[in-house]
């Protein structure tokens, strides 16, 4: 069993920045950030895993970049150039294997969530 606790959500102006947290119980071989608005489907945001590159989606690429710190099993998302649009639930996600990086039915460890709200 994996806990997950994430935070460094908060309120910010479009074109500012925030950095998420997510701090794990235990280490796991894939971690990844998610984001979801109410009465959507969760959207996978960004991947990290040990000896492979980064993925990202196709709306934060660029802006946004997924870092892990395997001594802290800590998973961090530096959030640059936010729009309106980057608005969600933000969680991040453990899980041993995926096949699909960003799909969220790969995972089995869910963090409870940090709200990150982008005002225009």
């Known amino acids: 069993q994996v806990q997950l606790v994430e935070s460094g959500g908060g309120s910010v102006q479009a074109g500012g920045s925030l950095r998420l947290s997510c701090t794990a119980s235990?280490?796991?071989?894939?971690m990844a950030w998610f984001r979801q608005i109410p009465g959507r489907e969760r959207e996978g945001v960004a991947h990290?895993?040990?000896?492979?590159?980064?993925l990202y989606s196709d709306s934060v690429r660029g802006r946004f970049t997924i870092s892990r710190d395997y001594f802290k099993d800590t998973l961090y998302l530096q959030m640059n150039s936010l729009t309106p649009d980057d608005t969600a639930m933000y969680y991040c996600?453990?899980?041993?294997?995926?096949?699909?990086?960003?799909?969220?039915?790969?995972?089995?460890?869910w963090g409870q969530g940090t709200q990150v709200t982008v005002s225009a």
């Open positions: 235990a280490s796991s071989t894939n």
């Open positions: 996600a453990a899980a041993k294997y995926v096949d699909r990086p960003l799909s969220p039915g790969e995972y089995t460890y």
């Open positions: 990290i895993a040990r000896n492979d590159s980064p």
